[in-house]
């Protein structure tokens, strides 16, 4: 029966694989909204459109989304359906779709309607709407979270595949903490602009919800792509989910800088997620969090609100009474900030990234609970604007520093409630994110009562338009060079060694490793380390190798080659042969415990 169908990427595949039609799923989604009898998840939905989608796809044609229902929030374009912004005097009929709808209409997937939101995107809780407001799907009585309210309960009811949300300060992570689902905020400008009614401009982007990271980094794969229209959009390539480095250090908030207002169950759900970490071999490293606390306060409290009364326009002084009154409460402080308090908050915002950027030397990600305590629907009326702000105690930094994130369930907290983590990396490592958020994604699938799919198996070879690249020494994973590839949108493939023609020398230097091809019965296998690199960003890694290295033929233990560190072999004349240890990180343990020995 379809009502039993789970509504996952893989079971929606495996269901019209059987001889299901998308006709009859596009029916299933509007029983189960009428099931949900929640009127504030959409504020427009178009069944004969969906029908007729359904009908014109024929039969199966191998689009990766062919079939699969989604939700739009109601501040990116669909053509036929009007954009409100939930902010009914503000509406039009857009001329076509989002150009990131567009994506995914031709990927195959259908658009069932479009969600609610806090009015302008302008709020975490997701009650600032003009019209009813929708129900958590875990708790009546919990906040749906903000500003895609709608699109993250639509989803975590079970009633659509997927759906997108836009973020500026943590709108496409909160509602997803919030329902027990995934919240995938792309590096900006990965998912183009167009189309989509700005909150914040130079901060925006449209995200992801799904039930699972999988599907999630699927629909983001399908909806990336550089959009020459939108004079923010960045080229970063779409990668297959890639497979965990075998060495990861993740940076978190240490004790003293953690803040969760006093809940107890969300402080101890997140150290049991940093223990299920360390257990699958990842470093967690314990940082003062303060500097991203202070770009986080530079949101709400510093000249980007002056962003947000932009993006309104002149409707706050022309028709104010159109606009939800807190929104107007908030984006009516713009009017008071001026050109100075604008360049004084880029400057200001310049020394904290510094800040910033030295926390995280040395690191792979950082690690947070996606929201710092649950908020009810009581608390945000009796003030709405100071848990609204709690709300985005670990989001609310992110775009202003240019990263990505991801808000991923990873079980339950002691009181029943889901829990959640984020992690967040530099631009452009979107895929290290999902990878390592597959090591702890647990627990219910937002409010249903579907069983959590086996991740799938990541891809462990370069895909179009990547190299392989082979490397031994301070490129491998967790070690001082690794970020010259994690900056490139490299992908860990896999840890392996060559065949055995190798000789392994620690160079005069002491800081790197030179491998040398001697031929069968000469070497050994030397353990390294296979990456994929976009080949547009390979060229600018050669030329950045300084001699006696370059860049040749590896040959691995399987037989294959690729390209791969080697040494000169003049370079290698006086220098130590570590080739018995076979491993550059045994030669640096062993380097560490003679100097131990000798500080001793």
């Not at 359906?81 to 031709?106: H, I, K, Q, W």
């Not at 709400?300 to 159109?322: D, I, K």
């Not at 609204?388 to 609310?396: P, Q």
């Not at 004349?573 to 240890?581: K, N, S, W, Y």
Request: net charge negative.
């Amino acid at each position: 029966m379809l009502s039993d169908l789970p509504f996952t990427l893989g079971a929606l595949r495996a269901a019209y694989a059987a001889g299901t039609r998308p006709e009859a799923v596009i029916e299933e989604v509007f029983a189960r909204l009428e099931a949900a009898a929640d009127p504030g998840i959409f504020l427009h939905t178009d069944r004969e459109a969906a029908l007729s989608a359904a009908r014109a796809l024929g039969q199966p044609d191998g689009r990766p989304l062919w079939g699969i229902p989604f939700a739009v929030k109601d501040n990116i374009d669909v053509a036929g359906m009007p954009t409100t912004a939930a902010c009914p005097d503000f509406a039009y009929l857009p001329e076509g779709d989002a150009f990131v709808v567009a994506r995914l209409r031709a990927a195959g997937a259908i658009v069932i309607g479009k969600t609610n939101l806090d009015q302008f995107a302008t709020g975490l809780v997701g009650t600032r709407t003009p019209h009813p407001v929708p129900r958590n799907a875990l708790d009546p009585e919990i906040v749906p979270g903000g500003s895609s309210g709608g699109s993250g309960v639509v989803v975590a009811r079970g009633i659509v595949a997927f759906s997108l949300g836009t973020d500026t300060a943590g709108s496409g992570r909160v509602p997803a903490a919030l329902n027990g689902i995934v919240g995938l905020k792309p590096t900006l400008g990965a998912l183009s602009a167009s189309g989509m009614v700005p909150a914040c401009r130079t901060l925006d982007t449209i995200s992801v919800f799904a039930l699972t990271v999988a599907d999630a980094w699927e629909v983001h794969t399908a909806a990336a792509a550089h959009d020459p229209e939108d004079a923010y959009s960045r080229a970063f390539p779409a990668q297959p989910l890639p497979q965990v480095p075998p060495h990861l250090t993740i940076a978190v908030p240490d004790a003293a800088s953690l803040i969760t207002f006093g809940d107890r169950a969300q402080e101890a759900a997140f150290r049991a997620t940093l223990t299920a970490l360390r257990t699958r071999g990842v470093e967690i490293r314990e940082i003062d969090f303060t500097p991203f606390y202070d770009v986080a306060a530079m949101l709400y409290e510093g000249a980007w609100v002056a962003e947000r009364t932009a993006a309104v326009g002149a409707r706050l002084t022309q028709a104010p009474e159109t606009l939800h009154p807190v929104t107007r409460a908030i984006v009516s402080q713009g009017l008071a900030l001026s050109a100075v308090d604008a360049f004084r908050g880029i400057y200001r915002l310049a020394e904290l990234r510094r800040h910033c950027t030295a926390a995280m030397a040395g690191i792979d990600m950082l690690c947070v609970p996606t929201i710092p305590c649950f908020v009810t629907r009581a608390q945000d009326a009796e003030d709405p604007v100071l848990h609204n702000s709690r709300l985005g105690t670990y989001t609310n930094f992110v775009n202003l520093l240019d990263m990505c994130g991801l808000a991923v369930p990873c079980g339950q907290r002691e009181d029943g409630r889901p829990a959640s983590v984020t992690l967040l990396g530099r631009a452009g490592q979107d895929a290290a994110l999902a990878a390592t958020a597959t090591l702890v994604e647990a627990g219910p699938l937002g409010a249903t009562a579907w069983a959590r799919p086996a991740a799938p198996l990541p891809v462990a070879e370069p895909g179009p338009g990547e190299v392989a690249v082979a490397v031994c020494g301070a490129h491998m994973s967790g070690l001082g060079l690794n970020h010259q590839i994690a900056e490139r949108a490299g992908r860990f493939l896999r840890a392996c060694r060559t065949a055995p023609d190798y000789r392994f020398f620690a160079l005069p230097d002491g800081v790197r490793p030179g491998l040398v091809r001697v031929g069968p019965d000469e070497g050994a296998a030397i353990a390294v380390e296979v990456w994929a690199m976009p080949m547009e960003a390979f060229g600018s890694f050669v030329a950045g190798i300084p001699g006696p290295l370059g860049i040749g033929r590896v040959v691995l233990e399987d037989g294959s080659a690729v390209p791969g560190f080697l040494c000169e072999e003049i370079a290698t004349r006086g220098a130590e042969d570590i080739t018995a240890l076979g491993d550059w990180r045994s030669h640096l343990a062993r380097k560490a415990a003679v100097a131990r020995k000798g500080a001793a």
